[in-house]
């Protein structure tokens, strides 16, 4: 497929990706509910969609779900920024969206949010169809130059980028006939504060198959120790290419000594009376603040003690008794 020759730059929003991300999720769970399974002599045990689409004839599983709704945002100049969402019904006989629905959604964001226009469509997918050109071609009235975006569900491990594309259309003349046609664009993900709180708290949530705090925390150790372990291996790399250098086993590269110049020269900063000042400063500072929690967490526990202790004793006073303390 052609790349975009418009020379639009555009700036994606991750509130875009994780609301098709979840539109898609509630779709397919609502496709695949849990049922009840019973099978003689052991009793009815509670499963999964995906786990009676497993078991099941692949050929009778049903097809993936493909979602569909409306992108917003702004175009400033020749930069179009995508913000924002919201999910739309889609009738597959007339390759249309709702449109009344549509329209009520557009005019509460003007309310709302007046600067942001609709600028085009999303959906989920391996690649763009014939049959999306005709809700593209429907939106033209309300954007003349709609964008698509189309998020692929399919997980696929060796894949590094983000499996979100940004589709545009132009006008191609096809043996004679003039076509609208889709053309790949670039984009970059832009994040605003609010956004990058949320992705981060998204990111450390509790896995749903019931992983500990202990299984989350020995993941993040060993991605820890993955990216000092290939630190620490390019490191010797490194090294044992200078020393190569130096013995004139191989030639002299002057780029690249000055770049290991550069990087060498910002070790000394971490060394400086400055810096061991501030370290010190801010390690006793963090020393201080754990020594008062642990301080107000004792005195929390001896108020509940002391609680306790006046509440049996005013018990045992109200008895007529006698507590003998050893």
């Known amino acids: 497929m052609a790349s975009s020759g418009s020379g639009l730059t555009f700036k994606l929003h991750p509130l875009v990706i994780v609301n ?23 009793p009815c045990a509670l499963s999964n969609g995906s786990d009676v689409a497993d078991s099941a004839d692949p050929s009778t599983s049903p097809p993936a779900p493909r979602v569909f709704g409306c992108v917003v ?23 249309s969206l709702d449109r009344p629905f549509l329209e009520k959604k557009q005019e509460l964001y003007k309310k709302v949010f007046p600067h942001f226009y609709i600028l085009g469509w999303y959906s989920t997918g391996s690649d763009a169809l014939e049959s999306d050109m ?4 429907a939106l033209m009235d309300i954007n003349e130059s709609p964008v698509y975006v189309l998020l692929n569900p399919s997980i696929n491990h060796a894949q590094k980028d983000l499996p979100v594309t940004i589709y545009e259309s132009e006008l191609h003349v096809i043996e004679g006939i003039p076509q609208l046609i889709f053309v790949r664009s670039s984009y970059t993900i832009e994040t605003v504060e ?27 150790l060993a991605g820890i ?11 010797r790399i490194l090294h044992s290419y200078l020393l190569a250098m130096q013995n004139g086993d191989i030639p002299l590269e002057n780029s690249l000594l000055r770049q290991v110049s550069s990087l060498l020269r910002r070790l000394p900063v971490t060394e400086s009376g400055k810096f061991q000042d501030d370290f010190l400063m801010e390690y006793n500072d963090t020393m201080l603040i754990t020594y008062l ?11 509940e003690l002391i609680e306790k202790f006046n509440t049996a004793y005013d018990r045992h006073s109200r008895r007529g008794g006698r507590t003998v303390f050893i």
């Open 20 to 42: 098709i991300s979840d539109h898609y999720t509630r779709v397919k769970s609502q496709m695949n509910p849990p049922s009840l399974t019973c099978s003689a002599p052991s």
């Open 194 to 220: 609010a956004e990058r709180i949320s992705v981060d708290h998204v990111a450390h949530l509790k896995p749903s198959d019931g992983g500990s705090a202990a299984t989350q925390l020995a993941a993040h």
């Open 293 to 303: 929690a642990m301080s107000t967490n004792c005195s929390s526990v001896m108020n």
């Open 73 to 95: 945002g702004v175009q400033r100049g020749r930069t179009v920024e995508i913000f924002n969402s919201f999910e739309l019904l889609y009738d597959p006989k007339t390759h």
């Open 134 to 137: 005709h809700i593209h071609k």
């Open 225 to 235: 120790h993955s990216a000092i372990k290939m630190l620490n291996s390019r490191i």
